[in-house]
């Protein structure tokens, strides 16, 4: 399945984990879930388990955006 993160505002600095990614995706797992920036769809995380990857800020590599895991 997909799932659509949700931007959020540029976090305050030490606030929270901000991972600063170059690359697509960011994460490879063996999951069956595929997270997706919610500014642009480009492909964030994928084939993660479900709450692999938690309460971490994520820059999207195409849109700069912030993507907030939940
Ligand atoms: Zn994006």
């Known amino acids: 399945m997909k799932i659509k993160l949700s931007?959020?505002?540029?976090p305050h600095e030490g606030s929270?984990?901000?991972i600063e990614s170059k690359v697509s995706?960011?994460?490879r797992g063996e999951g069956d879930v595929d997270y997706i920036c919610g500014?642009?769809?480009?492909?964030?995380a994928e084939?993660?388990?479900r709450g692999q990857v938690r309460n971490?800020?994520?820059?999207?590599?195409e849109c700069g955006q912030y993507n907030?895991?939940?």
């Open 56 to 61: 971490i800020v994520v820059r999207c590599p």
């Open 47 to 49: 084939k993660v388990r």
């Open 39 to 44: 500014g642009c769809g480009t492909l964030i």
């Open 25 to 27: 995706p960011a994460f």
């Open 16 to 18: 929270r984990t901000v």
């Open 7 to 10: 931007t959020v505002a540029k």
């Open 68 to 70: 907030e895991f939940p």
